[in-house]
């Protein structure tokens, strides 16, 4: 009787890791509370964490989760919102919450998963312990291609016809991907309805929305059938192009959206704290978690049929 169980708790055990892990993992970062976590004293003899979240900062793109895990042996939360100091923390001072996230208890040994929909930098700490610090920078995934506001990929120029259906109007930009602090051309051409005549010395505004707001306006003249506007953006977030009064025509527009993305040099570091060590024994310790569960309850239940059999 020792072959099929041996098979059926292998298979079984490859299975259910199969189903398991990749659910959990995917596109995720792990935070660990470490061992301790909980006592603020400093004591050389017994040197405590100096991190209370590891890593203590991390760095993740829109759309990542983040499962802190707590391996200490008391409760912690993760709790959006200014922590202290530890001296602060002995004394009595409390955190101020600001209600963005909050994982409530995680009891020892639990876990506790939030997804970072908006980029931005976020601290947290623990409300048991409000000298427990961490923060996760959240940031904006920069497609290298361009397109509109809503991702989809564009050839430049984009061409669309003006709402009197009066004429072609196409816009390039470059750089293709804009960010925020750089100097920005937008390359606008001007044609009949059937896209082929070049319009010369066309009429009409510049404008540039970002966030509701009209932030550049600008009156322009095609030469030869084009023109250029330069701009520098100072803040990141979706933008509409919009040419007005085409023509001299009140109400003859074309528009065009994009993105705008916050100017980080140094994004090229973000991948490399995304995957912690802590992933990878979290990964292992509960593989052999589920190899041993399974492989009880199979021994139990070929235990029983057998003894069923007899
Ligand atoms: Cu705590």
Redesign the pocket.
């Known amino acids: 009787m020792i072959l099929p169980n041996i098979v059926i708790y292998l298979v079984i055990t490859i299975v259910t890791a199969m189903v398991y892990i990749p659910a959990v993992y995917a596109d995720g970062a792990i935070v660990e509370?470490p061992r301790n976590?909980?006592d603020p004293s400093f004591d050389p003899q017994f040197p405590r964490p100096i991190e209370?979240y590891i890593p203590t900062n991390l760095r993740i793109t829109v759309g990542d989760t983040v499962t802190w895990i707590n391996n200490?042996t008391?409760?912690?939360?993760v709790t959006s919102g200014k922590g202290v100091s530890r001296y602060e923390g002995i004394t009595g001072k409390l955190g101020v919450a600001d209600g963005k996230f909050d994982s409530g208890l995680i009891e020892r040994g639990e876990r506790w998963s939030y997804k970072f929909d908006e980029p931005g930098t976020f601290t947290y700490f623990?409300?048991?312990?409000p000298w427990?610090i961490g923060s996760v920078v959240v940031e904006q995934r920069i497609p290298d291609y361009p397109h509109d506001a809503n991702g989809n990929r564009l050839t430049l120029p984009v061409m669309t016809i003006t709402s009197d259906r009066k004429y072609h109007v196409g816009v390039a930009w470059a750089p293709p991907v804009i960010k925020t602090g750089e100097s920005i051309a937008f390359i606008n051409d001007f044609f009949d309805v059937s896209g082929t005549i070049k319009q010369h010395l066309l009429k009409y505004y510049f404008v540039l929305y970002q966030n509701g707001k009209e932030i550049y306006r600008s009156l322009g003249y095609s030469e030869r059938g084009s023109d250029v506007k330069y701009f520098v953006f100072s803040e990141p977030g979706p933008i509409i192009i919009r040419f007005e009064e085409i023509g001299g025509s009140p109400d003859n527009n074309a528009e065009f959206s994009t993105i705008v993305y916050a100017n980080d040099d140094d994004s090229t570091i973000a991948f490399t704290s995304t995957i912690s060590t802590a992933k990878i024994d979290t990964v292992i310790i509960h593989m052999i978690t589920y190899a041993g569960i399974t492989g009880l309850v199979v021994s139990a239940g070929v235990i029983y049929w057998w003894f069923r059999r007899r």
């Open positions: 509370i976590a909980g209370w200490d008391v409760t912690h939360t623990c409300t048991i312990h427990m």
